[in-house]
């Protein structure tokens, strides 16, 4: 069956797509879109998908968007490695952590990119500083749980492939900040966090998954 993601460089989202599918191993055609020029909104685009959002899978007739959506597709499709658990333990475990990532520490990223990467960012100590805690927060409970080799477990799972981003996602914005503000929890070497930075480092290990960060951080 052909396989095409459509995807944007830096979209914690898409990245989690291509990650899924690096874990999988699944051939699959990668349509990167031009974000500069909106290709997201082109006709071409939106005839696929009319949300003119992404990430997008296309396989034959089937259009998929949205990335836990679309990690539930791949789960069905290549069931091996398994990514959602196979014990109502393991899947509650890893359910669990993507629940916990959507109510804390994404919005909290949410805040800091949008303070640091936007022209007109709201960089407040009354904006920012909340959210750097809530990082902090749950930078510490993600240490205290990492006492096996994965995010939700002994095996690499859809936890770490929603984690993986977003914590890639803090390392550039901690460069950004400036050293005064996030130093304090996270320096690009995650040395207070070292359990985490170690799993970083096994994540990024894994067959694949270094092609998969987004092609425009590296080259700014
Ligand atoms: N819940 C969706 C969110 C998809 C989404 O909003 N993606 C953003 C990019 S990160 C997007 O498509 N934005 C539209 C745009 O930039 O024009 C998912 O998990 O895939």
Known sequence: MSLTVYWGSGSPVSWRVLLALAIKN????????????????SPAYLALNPRGT???????????????AILNTLERMFPEPVLFGT??????????????????????????????????????????????????REFMMLEQSLCKMWIAGSRVSAADIVLYPTIQRLLRIATR???DFMNEILDDKLVQFPLLAAWLERMTALPGVDSTYPPHWRES
């Open 26 to 41: 699944v051939e699959h055609q990668s349509e990167r879109l031009n974000l500069g020029e909106k290709q997201q909104r």
């Open 54 to 68: 992404f990430p997008l899978l296309v396989a034959e007739d089937l259009r998929v968007r949205g990335s836990m």
């Open 177 to 179: 900040s400036g050293k």
């Open 87 to 136: 014990t109502p333990r393991e899947t509650g475990a890893i359910w669990q952590v993507i629940d916990d990532h959507n109510d804390h520490l994404a919005p909290a990223t949410k805040v800091l990119a949008r303070a640091f990467f936007r022209k007109d960012g709201d960089r407040s100590d009354s904006n920012i500083v909340p959210a750097r805690e809530v990082i902090k």
